[in-house]
């Protein structure tokens, strides 16, 4: 059992590459693409691929930039700890605030589709049934350990990608059945009559949604292996590998069902698997959309717990209850019990109100990651060392403009219910810096380095 310098018990290293790349998978949910694709095809006049392809561009770069700071400050904690350290405290924690919205809501968002899936197959079954058995057996799993919720994770990630692989065989066994083995190889599914930028844009927005597990993954720095080596090529390989699985699916939907027409664009993967596959095919395509969600959630339940367990340690939430680490199975448990009864919330609210928040919270952490990267390359500037002018300097002021631009094109409900957080956060921080006379509490570098202990962990959780 491994332990800081303190004799406290601290977060044991026992994640590696494939381990943090798959969390983070599992986080993005490639199952996402079907999911949403309804949606997407109408935004965009039937041009989901170039709407993932533009999403998967503009992503990169705030990738990148997570990369640089996870490398930077390899500790738990992700946008709220990077903009802490290398811009300033008190927009660090106002930044760790709005992501509370993004990490706080994303587990119930999961929950509340796989829910909703759920009660439309089985009618006679009360949603909260659904809802309450998700957020127990996900808290459960979680609260045993890191490395027990990585070897569910494993086998629900394979369970996945055979429903996808499935999906996608099927869509174009159905293209060449209908139009032949020509009909693989088609430009329509970029663009056509009906495409527009601004339909490209919108559609690049919503997509944009589906890429949010690379940045969720820095939540585990703590627990992962050689993490300076590990997070950058982690966060980069997750952004790489789920944008590729997102256009290829969607090149095989768009394929099997071009334009953006269908009967409900909320259901129209159900739509598109009866057509392609059957009656039969649509309930495997049902259960492995609860599966993909069940993953997800234990991945964003997990992230959200340790995003906690840092402010926690920061002293920016009471640390006698986010702090805390479970003596035997050296987790933060009281904050995934936490992020379990959030979850609960499910029960009253619907998905776009929730997925509101996660929006609003998510454009405003990109955004801020991007601005640590100028602010460390200016500083880095001012005591005479020469970094990377692209890497440091043109590539987050990329990320940084684009995430703007997202962020301003959300509607009207996110940006007022995430302002209206925002707010509540600056009345909090007043209070907590008595009147901003005082700077938020912060743990330093070489605190948390002595808090948490180097020594990788040999043992399971």
């Known amino acids: 059992m491994s332990h800081g310098n303190d004799g406290a018990p601290a977060l044991a290293r026992t994640l590696g590459l494939r381990a943090v790349v798959l969390f983070g998978l599992a986080y993005m949910t490639p199952l996402i693409v079907l999911g949403t694709f309804g949606v997407v095809a109408e935004t965009t006049g ?9 999403a998967l561009l503009a992503m990169l770069f705030t990738a990148h930039s997570y990369g640089r700071m996870a490398t930077a400050y390899p500790v738990a904690g992700s946008a709220y700890t990077y903009v802490r350290k290398a811009v300033d405290s008190r927009v660090g924690f106002l930044v760790g605030w709005v992501t509370l919205l993004d990490y706080f809501f994303l587990p119930m968002v999961i929950w509340l589709i796989g ?14 049934v659904w809802i309450i058995g998700f957020v127990a057996v ?7 350990g890191i490395k027990t919720a990585e070897r569910v994770n494993d086998l629900l990630m394979v369970l996945q990608t055979l429903v996808i692989v499935f999906f996608v065989l099927l869509s174009l066994r ?14 329509a599914p970029f663009t056509n009559s009906a495409t527009t930028a601004a339909g490209i844009s919108a559609g690049a927005a919503i997509a944009a949604y589906s890429f949010l597990g690379f940045d969720a993954v820095t939540t585990l720095t703590e627990e992962t292996v050689e993490p300076k080596r590990t997070m950058p090529r982690a966060i980069l390989l997750i952004a790489l590998i789920g944008g590729a699985v997102f256009i290829a699916v969607a090149y095989a939907t768009q394929l099997a069902h071009p334009g953006g027409r269908f009967d409900d664009s909320g259901s129209a993967a159900f739509e598109i698997a009866t057509t392609i596959g059957g009656d039969l095919f649509s309930s495997v395509f049902l259960a492995g959309l609860v599966v993909a969600q069940f993953a997800s959630g234990i991945a964003a339940q ?45 029960l009253r609210l619907d998905v776009a109100t929730s997925t509101s928040f996660i929006n609003f919270g998510a454009f405003v952490a990109f955004t801020f990651v ?90 399971g959780g």
């Open 370 to 459: 991007n601005i640590a990267v100028l602010a460390m390359y200016a500083r880095a500037r001012r005591e005479g060392l020469r970094p990377n002018p692209f890497s440091s300097a043109v590539a987050p002021a990329i990320g940084a403009v684009v995430d703007v631009y997202l962020l301003c094109n959300l509607d009207g409900k996110a940006l007022t219910l995430g302002l209206i957080w925002l707010g509540t956060g600056v009345l909090y921080l007043t209070y907590l810096t008595r009147g901003f006379r005082t700077p938020p509490p912060e743990m330093s570098f070489a605190e948390q380095e002595e808090t948490r202990g180097d020594a990788p962990s040999t043992t």
């Open 174 to 187: 159905h293209v060449v059945d209908t139009g032949g083995a020509g009909a693989l190889v088609s430009a």
């Open 46 to 54: 039937g041009a989901v691929p170039t709407a993932y392809l533009l």
């Open 138 to 144: 996900t808290t459960a799993l979680n609260i045993r």
């Open 302 to 346: 997990a992230s959200t717990s340790r995003l906690l367990f840092a402010m926690g340690r920061d002293g920016a939430l009471p640390r006698t209850v986010f702090a805390r680490v479970h003596p035997r199975y050296r987790t933060p448990a009281l904050n995934i019990a936490l992020t379990g009864a959030v979850g609960l919330i499910a």
């Open 115 to 128: 829910g909703a899936y759920l009660q439309a197959r089985f009618p006679g079954v009360p949603f909260w």
